[in-house]
């Protein structure tokens, strides 16, 4: 791990627990111990699976005003999963959207930070605000029938001309039922996108059915 990660150009600090780094790295050597690849096929496509110090940056990210750690983690994807891609070459990058409430809260969208990295090695176009998530009902609180129905009717896509016959990458930070990445691919579809594939930073290992029993929690993710 410490090889693959060692290569980033990164923080002086550990994007996890803030130790001092010697030298271009993401996390400090304790941390990176406990990073776990996710080596699986399926959709979606991910860095690692979410636990130990991925899902601590990742929290920094999301809750810890540490919009710095996006473009950083973003290099994650772009050095070690984009080449994982099969499929037509990607078009557009599409942020997963975050609930208007909690941008203004949280002063930006960690997808978006994240996806950027992305855009210009694929060659593709950046299209941030594609997409437009309406305040909804609180997710954890929902079975998943309930969350998909909930999530598609917050969904809309903003900008239909920026995805309309385009092959879509939607970036997003963690996956963990898969029904958020379930719900924008069918809106972006419904808008006319050829194809849709997403990309994430951690995911569970499990399928989005599986996955739906272990609940989320603090995770947030959906
Ligand atoms: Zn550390």
Known sequence: MGRV??????????AACDELLAGRA???????TTVERYEGAGEPAAFGLYGGAIAQALR?????????LGPILGMLLRDHVLGRLSGPAV????????????LVERGYNQASLLAAPLVGPLGARFAPLALWRAEGVK??????????????GALKVRRPLEVQ?????????VSTTGATIEACTSVLIGAGARSVRAIVVARTESGPRDAAEIGCGRMDGT
Request: contains cysteine.
């Open 5 to 14: 990660l060692g290569d980033l150009v990164a923080p002086r600090r550990c």
């Open 26 to 32: 993401l996390l400090c050597a304790t941390c990176a």
């Open 60 to 68: 920094r990210l999301k809750y810890g005003n540490r919009p710095d």
């Open 91 to 102: 078009e557009v990058v599409v942020p997963v959207p975050v609930p208007k409430g909690r």
């Open 139 to 152: 997710q954890a609180a929902l079975g998943r029938d309930e969350r998909m129905v909930n999530l598609r």
């Open 165 to 173: 016959q385009r092959h879509v990458l939607l970036v997003d930070d």
